[in-house]
């Protein structure tokens, strides 16, 4: 059998900017993306928007909005604990498949760890839920009703408990241009379904692989925060193929997965601040290059400029006036500012069309 072929890093980018819709926008339907996805960021509220703009040719963002207003999708805690913008179809689906790795963050690393014990937890979570059923209520009106019924508990690290549930975050928070506070129901309450146990965690690394391969059973979960997968890739290895990095690491993927030509163009494409291509895999050089720990911090999104994070954008607007900053970090070529600049004027146009916003790209790398 002749050896696995070596991939570079830039053949690895191309082919991550491909499943991740980067190299050219798709005419797909909002949802059929979100799925293809997997799930995207929403820790941001505008993220997913933004996250759907640079990947689907004339998105609006009114039908995402109607989705969730329809509840066809939902933001739910998910991968990794943290807040996800998935199908309805997903959340009922793999929820259950990810309830350990929210337990052991919820457990492990929030306050709630240290309030374990005090009270009754088989007597906390039904109350929980019955709390939020009643109606849509925030951690910090959870906690008042916990302090209620446990005087002597700590009740504000007992309210992280809610985070475990398998909940949703209703609307109006995360509509297109409107907001609301951070409230909270059961995925029971909202879409008349619990989570599935049935679904097998083999069809979680498939789509992983189809939406991030070429990739490690490492890389797998730490984009899921579930552990353990390195048996289940081994399970899988008859039905997938194998290829090796420029380090020999042996990569996963689905057969016929598209690895585009290396050497294809790839065009600028700006990235909420928090976006699925940049928390793909334990490695991220084949997206973020070294010598970038943080390419982004609270409130700046990112921009790949030939594949590859190369600057940080961020809008500032008032109600009469817009600027959309862009800090490269490194010095980009004529033509690479040239298309920086239309591609921030377009994004301006789509965060605010009836605001003349500014686009602020210094000559300096920051």
Sequence with gaps: MPPPPVLTKRALNRALLERQLLLRRRRVRALQAVERLVALQSQVPRDPYVALWSRVESFRAETLSDALQERRAVRMTLLRGTLHLVTARDAIGLRALVQPAIEGVIYGSSPLRKAVGSVDMDELFPALCGWLEERPRTRAEL?????????????????????????????????????????????????????????????????????????????????????????????????????????????????????PDPDVSAPVRFLPEYDNVTIGHKDRTRIVPEGIPRFTEVGWGSVLVDGMVAARWRLFATKTDARLRIEPFRRLTREERADTRDEAARLAVFLAPETEVRVDLPAVPR
């Design 143 to 259: 906690v008042k009703e916990i302090a209620t019924r446990w005087p002597d508990a700590d009740a504000d690290s007992l309210g992280y408990a809610m985070y475990a549930l398998p909940t949703v975050q209703v609307t109006p928070r995360g509509l297109w241009r409107r907001s609301g506070g951070s409230a909270f129901t059961t995925m029971e309450a909202w879409l008349g379904a619990s989570p599935d146990p049935a679904v097998d965690i083999e069809t979680l690394v498939l789509r992983y692989l189809a939406a991030f391969g070429p990739a490690t059973p490492a890389d797998a979960q730490y984009w899921s925060g579930v552990g353990g997968l390195g048996e289940l890739f081994e399970r899988l290895r008859p039905r997938l193929r194998t290829v090796r990095d420029g380090e020999g690491r042996e990569l996963f993927d689905v057969p016929r997965a598209p690895l």
